[in-house]
């Protein structure tokens, strides 16, 4: 491979959970974080409309996909049970999500035409973490 297209998305959740563990020292308590959340869709090649993915289909896939968790307290979650719902952890949780949604053909493009995405997850202006995987 020579080079390669990609499109990025964001939005931002609002959340609240805790964590187990003594690692994570004070986080073991309730505490609420704000994250912002990007999803970069790769591809070879542009398609035929010159594009990766649609920007506004992906926008809108992204929203609906955080919305299951914005304002929500995770430890509550039934699909989070006994979950550290740590930052690296939710990178994998949406990097699922989306990958459903792609292979769905919800983006404007088939997902057999991206050969990755990427997901980051950023807690603070000076930390984040990414999950990047084939489709």
Request: aromatic share 8%.
């Amino acid at each position: 491979m020579i080079g390669a297209y990609s499109v990025e998305v964001s939005d931002h959740i609002m959340i609240a959970h805790s964590f187990r563990g003594v690692i994570f020292g004070p986080a073991q308590a309730m505490h609420g974080a704000t994250f912002v959340v990007s999803v970069m869709f790769l591809a070879d090649n542009l398609d035929k409309n010159g594009i990766v993915v649609d920007i506004g289909r992906a926008t809108d896939v992204l929203k609906a996909v955080l919305q299951e968790i914005n304002y929500k307290n995770l430890d509550e979650l039934p699909q989070f049970k006994g979950q550290n719902t740590t930052t690296e952890f939710l990178t994998k949780y949406v990097f699922d999500k989306i990958a459903a949604q792609a292979r769905a053909d919800k983006l404007g493009r088939p997902a057999r035409e991206l050969f990755a995405l990427r997901v980051t997850i950023a807690e603070s202006p000076t930390a984040r973490a990414t999950f990047e995987a084939p489709l």
